[in-house]
C-alpha cells in the first residue's frame, strides 16, 4: 500500500521572519530567493541575473532581497540606481560594503574600473563571499540609454558605434564571473543581450513574472509554452537549465534590508 505524502502548497508570502523562511536560511551562507512547492529553497548561484517583472512588477523588492542578503554575507554591493527624483534603493545609502551610483558619469567610471579590476586581477578570486561583488543595476534599459547619452554629449563627435561603458558593461557579463562579479540586472523589457548573445546566456538564471508573452519570449524563450500565471504580489518563475519553476521570492522590506545587510538579524535567528 502506498503512504501519500503531505505537500505544501506555494506559499502566498515568503518573509524572512517566517518560521518555514527561518529553516531555510538560519546558519546558511547563501542568498534565498525564494520557496516553491513543499517549501523547497532556491538559492543565488554564481550565475548573473536577470529579474523581468513589467511594470511594477516587483523587481525593485527582489533586488532589494539580494542585495542584503550577499552584502551580510560579506560581498561589496554597488548599486546604479539612476533615477534621482525616485530612486529605488534608499535604504542602502551610507551603508559599509554598499555604495548607490545614481548619475550616468558615476554609471560610466563604475563600468570601467571594474573591467580594469577584473582584467588585473580575476585570477586573486577564492571564491569567498568576502572576495564577491555584485553589481546590481535598476532600470538596465533605462541605464544603457543613459550611457550613451552621457557618451555622446561627452564625445559629440565620435564615430563609435557604442558608448564605451555599455561595452564595458557587455564584456562585464562575459568575464566578470571568473572574478567574482555577479551582475544582478533588474528591467521591466528585457535586455538585448550583448555582442549578439542570446538572453540565456548572459543571465542563465532569470526570475520572470508574467507580463505577456512578448516578455516572456524576449527573456525565457526556450521554456514554451508560457507557464501558468499569478497576480499574487512575488510570484514569479525561476529560469534555469532550459526549465522554469514557480516560486514565491522572498520579500525583505527597506528597513529589514538595512538591517540585514548591517549583520543585524531578527531574534528569530539567534
Known amino acids: 500500500m502506498q503512504t501519500a505524502m503531505d505537500v505544501t502548497a506555494l506559499r ?14 538560519a546558519g546558511r551562507e547563501q542568498v534565498l530567493l525564494g ?8 538559492y543565488l548561484d554564481d550565475t548573473h541575473v536577470l529579474v523581468a517583472t513589467g511594470g511594477a512588477g516587483g523587481t525593485t523588492t527582489v533586488l532589494r532581497s539580494i ?26 545609502h551610507n551603508l559599509e560594503g554598499i555604495r548607490v551610483h545614481d548619475r550616468p558619469d558615476q554609471a560610466h567610471a563604475l563600468l570601467h574600473q571594474l573591467r580594469r579590476d577584473l582584467q588585473h586581477g580575476a ?30 554629449l561627452a564625445q559629440p563627435d565620435t564615430q563609435a558605434e557604442e558608448a564605451p561603458a555599455v561595452e564595458a558593461l557587455a564584456e562585464l557579463l562575459q568575464i566578470g564571473r571568473a572574478g567574482g562579479l555577479q551582475i544582478i540586472a533588474g528591467s521591466a523589457h528585457s535586455v538585448r543581450p550583448p555582442q549578439g ?28 509554452p508560457v507557464p501558468p500565471y499569478s497576480v499574487i504580489a512575488g510570484r514569479m518563475h525561476l529560469v534555469r537549465d532550459g526549465a522554469a519553476t514557480r516560486l514565491q521570492t522572498l520579500y525583505l522590506s527597506e528597513s529589514q534590508a538595512r538591517a540585514w545587510a548591517r549583520g543585524t538579524v531578527p531574534k528569530e535567528y539567534r
Open 197 to 224: 548573445q542570446q538572453i540565456r546566456d548572459a543571465f542563465p538564471t532569470r526570475l520572470v513574472a508574467y507580463a505577456g508573452t512578448g516578455l516572456w519570449g524576449r527573456v525565457a524563450p526556450e521554456v514554451w
Open 67 to 92: 542585495a542584503a542578503q550577499a552584502r551580510r554575507l560579506g560581498a561589496r554591493v554597488d548599486i546604479l540606481d539612476l533615477d534621482r527624483r525616485r530612486p529605488s534603493h534608499p535604504w542602502a
Open 12 to 25: 502566498a508570502t515568503v518573509h524572512v521572519t517566517d518560521p518555514y523562511t527561518v529553516r531555510q536560511l
Open 123 to 152: 585570477d586573486e578570486f577564492d571564491g569567498t563571499w568576502a572576495a564577491r561583488r555584485l553589481l546590481v543595476i535598476e532600470h538596465t534599459d533605462r541605464l544603457l540609454d543613459a550611457l550613451r547619452q552621457h557618451y555622446l
Open 35 to 42: 520557496l516553491s512547492t513543499d517549501d523547497q529553497a532556491h
